[in-house]
Each structure stands twice: as C-alpha cells, then as structure tokens.
C-alpha cells in the first residue's frame, strides 16, 4: 500500500511561485511513475505533469515553461516548482503515483493524495 502526502498550497500573487511536494510511503515499484494533477471548481480533472522513476518528463501544454517536475528518489518524494503563476493556475493540486506510465496519464492512477489547495489571486 502507498500513501501520498501534499504540501506547499496556498495564496500567491500572479506572477509568484510555488513549490509543491508529495512524500510517499510504502512500495517504490508502486512509485515507478508519479505525476501530479488538478482540478478547478467546475473543471476536469486534468494532468498537470509526470515523471518516471528515471527522470523522463510530461507536461500539459498550459504549464510548459512555468511548472518543473522533479523527484528525489532516495526520498520517495515528487516535487512541482510553480512559476509565473496565473489565476487559471487555481485549483486542488493531487499528486498521484503508479508502477504503469499510461496509467498516471490517463488518470487512472491506483495512489492518490489528499490534495492541496492552490490559489493565485491579487
């Protein structure tokens, strides 16, 4: 079994930045792929990026060039660094995780996290 924990939400200017982390638990097969996802009042949820235990990266195309995904894996830890944050930006952030790559992008994920609360507002 594989627990997720967000952290790093909060109320940020446009413009400003946030860092994201989702430290795991359990199985480090299971945290083969992780990625991270959100969902705005009224909206889908929507894949926001992915990375595989190897480094290889995803993105959305509304967030390339603003968002990093990394890992460190000694720590079982995912992180998104959030720049030039917008207020289309708002939403819950979810960090999810997956021994299967087409699995964490088609939403399928068997992990799921809390979710944590982003907000760009002025």
């Known amino acids: 079994q594989v627990q997720l924990v967000e952290s790093g939400g909060g109320l940020v200017q446009p413009g400003g930045s946030l860092r994201l982390s989702c430290e795991a638990s359990?199985?480090?097969?299971?945290?083969?792929?992780m990625g991270w996802y959100r969902q705005a009042p009224g909206k889908q949820r929507e894949l926001v990026a992915a990375?595989?235990?190897?480094?290889?990266?995803n993105y959305a195309d509304s967030v390339k060039g603003r968002f990093a995904i990394s890992r460190d894996n000694a720590k079982n830890t995912v992180y998104l660094q959030m720049n030039s944050l917008k207020p289309e930006d708002t939403a819950v952030y979810y960090c999810a995780a997956d021994p299967i790559y087409y699995r964490i992008t088609t939403g399928q994920a068997n992990y799921w996290g809390q979710g944590t609360q982003v907000t760009v507002s002025s």
């Open positions: 990375i595989i235990r190897g480094g290889s990266t």
């Open positions: 359990g199985s480090l097969f299971s945290t083969n792929v």
